[in-house]
């Protein structure tokens, strides 16, 4: 009885944080295109210099809005039920690097703010790695005994694989935008060389690669204890009600 009424407090946490990211990603699209057509975009403001990147917020808090309807869609076409804890942590991760990082800007004026995404986004990927594995042994047309260092070898490459995808987006939208996400200029504009112009980039991967090994421990130990709160748990009619 308790379990049930703890699982209803948290599908009722992780309804209001949707609801509330999902408000916070419209609000900024609706207010930057009227923004953008009837008013001048400062320069001013911490971390915006251009259009280029007010059109990248836009693009991102659309993506945002698409993604984080990503579980639902699991949830429905491929049966992966994903537990509460871990998709509170995917809506506030999503709040924290769209909203808070690119809107308010926290990328720019929070010391860290992007390593601490990279290793939070790491942690949580390699968590999910897990439980694909986990959804996957379950389906009955699959006859196959995985061990658990090949489980834990998959969980880390796969975490490690979204965040190399990630960059490959930072540098495509830097080349179409003239952006700087991949931070190979500095502010005034002067271009990095060598080394240095590699060093955010390879200090992001540096980040996923160690946020990936930490969930494969963590995993790993919570697969070996048959913990609950790194198995798809989540009912598919508790992610399709929010």
Avoid at 60 to 81: D, S, W
Avoid at 156 to 165: E, H, M, V
Wanted: proline share 3%; glycine share 6%; net charge neutral.
């Amino acid at each position: 009885m308790l379990q049930s009424t703890n699982d209803k407090k948290k599908k009722k946490l992780n309804r209001f944080l949707y609801v509330s990211v999902v408000i916070s990603f419209l609000v900024p699209v609706v207010f930057l295109i009227a923004r953008m057509i009837f008013g001048d975009v400062p320069s001013n403001e911490a971390g915006y210099h251009s259009d280029a990147d007010y059109i990248l917020m836009i693009i991102q808090c659309l993506l945002g809005l698409i993604v984080i309807n990503l579980p639902t869609f699991l949830a429905r076409k491929l049966r992966f039920e994903l537990p509460m804890a871990l998709y509170g942590m995917y809506i506030i991760f999503l709040y924290c690097a769209i909203f808070l990082g690119e809107v308010r800007s926290f990328y720019y004026v929070i010391p860290f703010w992007d390593s601490i995404l990279h290793a939070f986004s790491s942690l949580m990927l390699g968590f999910f790695g897990f439980m694909a594995i986990t959804v996957l042994l379950r389906d009955e047309h699959i006859v196959m005994s995985l061990s658990p260092i090949f489980t834990a070898v998959f969980a880390f490459c796969f975490a490690l694989s979204i965040g190399t995808i990630w960059e490959i987006y930072e540098y495509v939208f830097d080349g179409i935008l003239g952006l700087n996400m991949q931070k190979f200029m500095t502010v005034d504009g002067t271009l990095l060389i060598g080394h240095a112009a590699l060093a955010d980039t390879m200090k992001d991967i540096i980040i996923d690669a160690i946020g990936a090994l930490t969930a494969t421990v963590i995993g790993s130990i919570a697969n070996k204890y048959d913990r609950r709160w790194i198995k798809p748990t989540l009912k598919q009619s508790d992610i399709t009600s929010i």
